[in-house]
């Protein structure tokens, strides 16, 4: 009989007031007795709508029985045979609106902890060491991957399976992508990142570091290099900004910027490492999703005594996931919601020392389904702050697009393709991920360029007839 309890086991997390003062992972993981104790709650449906909800298809029942057994080795190979990156996308993927929120569990109760079990699996077996490179024959076909990203590094693993000579081009010192620079350690753990990229480098992918394709080298210029074909994966890392007054001021950051300057750079530990920060006490971040709530976290852990969440809509219509929500609150962070800045004012000096913000209320649903914001008269005011942060989403850099003849993008910069197949207008060459979409999801990243991989693989072997 399965365990029918309703709600999951409990994690063990870190405790707020201690927490909020450091960069450690705030949730702590499963031990094997929880973990196989969450496994009893499974029903083992026959018809798995959880798999349905998951982008890359990993098989979720069978590896929970596995996990149910104690077969934590057949979990962990049931899980990759479908996802590389486990331990990663147990942490950071959206589950209660893809496998979780298919669970037939989640209509009365919480659904099953699928990727609390599934971290648990990947940590399992990364801290025994049991990972062994797989010998792979190669087929002697070169394919290029442009960005170490999920995206990229998926494709990268997939064909590499396959059996080509794949080449990733990375344009930063380092690999990942926005896992690197874009996620906090304290919900991603670098250490867990460079782990799950090692055993994607140890089925032969070849890594280049600090190439910007369409400045170091064209597409163009790969395909003259003898690769048969070439995927995209350059991600989203253009910000957007409001162009509101005063957005040149010093303290005005992109989330792009303020992120990458804690994660990859390492401003926390300045002077220690060259590239600083600076937060004030107060420190607004304007937007609702994941990536504002991992600034807004992040400005409390590097000291600031006031940080503020400015968003137009309401709670219900906030973009980012609850678990990241609650986790915000529990640290302090101020939401002012149904708020929308104005006007960033500045000293004479150039420094920010405030923002003004306009009161919103909401009337009927626009195109996105949420309900429309509209401004209250006469409702101004003038939010103190020292920094603000500006969180409303990337589009993608437009450095392939300028320099690849034949590449269609949309009107805001993503690069057309056929959703099938992932392949773009010039021939032989796919993208995937949030040059495609815009900023979105790993687990969505990691779905198109496992389809793209599986695209070029079909197309390569029509091309060697």
Same mark, same amino acid.
């Given at each position: 009989?399965?365990?029918?309890?309703?709600?999951?086991?409990?994690?063990?997390?870190?405790?707020?007031?201690?927490?909020?003062?450091?960069?450690?992972?705030?949730?702590?993981?499963?031990?094997?007795?929880?973990?196989?104790?969450?496994?009893?709650?499974?029903?083992?449906?026959?018809?798995?709508?959880?798999?349905?909800?998951?982008?890359?298809?990993?098989?979720?029942?069978?590896?929970?029985?596995? %996990?149910?057994?104690?077969?934590?080795?057949?979990?962990?190979?049931?899980?990759?045979?479908?996802?590389?990156?486990?331990?990663?996308?147990?942490?950071?993927?959206?589950?209660?609106?893809?496998?979780?929120?298919?669970?037939?569990?989640?209509?009365?109760?919480?659904?099953?902890?699928?990727?609390?079990?599934?971290?648990?699996?990947?940590?399992?077996?990364?801290?025994?060491?049991?990972?062994?490179?797989?010998?792979?024959?190669?087929?002697?076909?070169?394919?290029? %991957?442009?960005?170490?990203?999920?995206?990229?590094?998926?494709?990268?693993?997939?064909?590499?399976?396959?059996?080509?000579?794949?080449?990733?081009?990375?344009?930063?010192?380092?690999?990942?992508?926005?896992?690197?620079?874009?996620?906090?350690?304290?919900?991603?753990?670098?250490?867990?990142?460079?782990?799950?990229?090692?055993?994607?480098?140890?089925?032969?992918?070849?890594?280049?570091?600090?190439?910007?394709?369409?400045?170091?080298?064209?597409?163009?210029?790969?395909?003259?290099?003898?690769?048969?074909?070439?995927?995209?994966?350059?991600?989203?890392?253009?910000?957007?900004?409001?162009?509101?007054?005063?957005?040149?001021?010093?303290? %005005?950051?992109?989330?792009?910027?303020?992120?990458?300057?804690?994660?990859?750079?390492?401003?926390?530990?300045?002077?220690?490492?060259?590239?600083?920060?600076?937060?004030?006490?107060?420190?607004?971040?304007?937007?609702?999703?994941?990536?504002?709530?991992?600034?807004?976290?992040?400005?409390?852990?590097?000291?600031?005594?006031?940080?503020?969440?400015?968003?137009?809509?309401?709670?219900?219509?906030?973009?980012?996931?609850?678990?990241?929500?609650?986790?915000?609150?529990?640290?302090?962070?101020?939401?002012?919601?149904?708020?929308?800045?104005?006007?960033?004012?500045?000293?004479?000096?150039?420094?920010?020392?405030?923002?003004?913000?306009?009161?919103?209320?909401?009337?009927?649903?626009?195109?996105?389904?949420?309900?429309?914001?509209?401004?209250?008269?006469?409702?101004?005011?003038?939010?103190?702050?020292?920094?603000?942060?500006?969180?409303?989403?990337?589009?993608?850099?437009?450095?392939?697009?300028?320099?690849?003849?034949?590449?269609?993008?949309?009107?805001?910069?993503?690069?057309?393709?056929?959703?099938?197949?992932?392949?773009?207008?010039?021939?032989?060459?796919?993208?995937?991920?949030?040059?495609?979409?815009?900023?979105?999801?790993?687990?969505?990243?990691?779905?198109?360029?496992?389809?793209?991989?599986?695209?070029?693989?079909?197309?390569?072997?029509?091309?060697?007839?």
């Amino acid at each position: 009989m399965p365990n029918m309890s309703p709600k999951k086991v409990q994690i063990p997390e870190q405790d707020p007031q201690i927490r909020r003062k450091n960069f450690d992972e705030v949730a702590l993981g499963y031990t094997l007795e929880q973990a196989m104790e969450e496994a009893t709650r499974c029903l083992q449906c026959k018809t798995k709508p959880c798999v349905d909800g998951c982008p890359v298809n990993v098989p979720i029942p069978e590896f929970i029985k596995a %996990v149910e057994d104690g077969n934590i080795d057949e979990a962990y190979s049931i899980i990759t045979k479908e996802n590389a990156l486990p331990a990663i996308c147990g942490r950071v993927c959206p589950q209660e609106s893809q496998c979780e929120g298919r669970c037939v569990r989640a209509k009365k109760g919480e659904s099953v902890g699928i990727g609390r079990l599934e971290r648990f699996v990947a940590d399992y077996i990364m801290s025994k060491g049991n990972i062994e490179p797989k010998n792979i024959e190669k087929n002697g076909i070169k394919v290029a %991957v442009v960005g170490a990203g999920p995206a990229g590094l998926t494709c990268a693993g997939e064909l590499a399976k396959k059996g080509y000579e794949v080449t990733v081009f990375e344009a930063l010192h380092e690999l990942g992508g926005v896992l690197l620079y874009g996620i906090p350690e304290f919900r991603l753990p670098k250490s867990l990142v460079a782990k799950e990229v090692q055993s994607i480098i140890d089925m032969g992918v070849e890594i280049n570091k600090n190439v910007i394709v369409g400045r170091s080298i064209t597409v163009d210029e790969l395909f003259e290099e003898g690769y048969k074909a070439i995927f995209v994966g350059s991600g989203a890392g253009l910000p957007k900004f409001m162009n509101l007054e005063g957005e040149n001021l010093n303290g %005005v950051y992109s989330a792009n910027e303020f992120l990458t300057r804690v994660n990859l750079m390492k401003a926390y530990d300045f002077p220690n490492n060259p590239t600083p920060v600076k937060t004030g006490k107060r420190v607004a971040v304007v937007g609702g999703g994941n990536v504002a709530m991992d600034a807004a976290r992040t400005a409390v852990r590097l000291g600031a005594e006031e940080v503020y969440i400015v968003y137009r809509r309401g709670e219900e219509e906030l973009p980012a996931r609850l678990e990241e929500i609650h986790h915000a609150k529990e640290e302090g962070v101020i939401f002012k919601l149904l708020n929308n800045p104005t006007k960033i004012i500045g000293d004479e000096k150039g420094w920010v020392t405030g923002m003004e913000c306009v009161q919103m209320e909401l009337g009927e649903p626009d195109d996105s389904g949420r309900r429309r914001p509209r401004v209250k008269e006469n409702s101004e005011f003038i939010l103190p702050v020292e920094t603000v942060v500006i969180a409303i989403g990337q589009s993608p850099n437009p450095l392939i697009r300028q320099t690849t003849p034949g590449l269609s993008v949309e009107s805001w910069g993503g690069i057309i393709v056929q959703e099938e197949t992932m392949e773009t207008s010039k021939e032989y060459v796919y993208a995937g991920g949030d040059a495609v979409t815009g900023a979105a999801t790993v687990i969505l990243a990691m779905g198109a360029g496992k389809t793209a991989a599986e695209a070029i693989h079909k197309k390569v072997l029509e091309l060697q007839g």
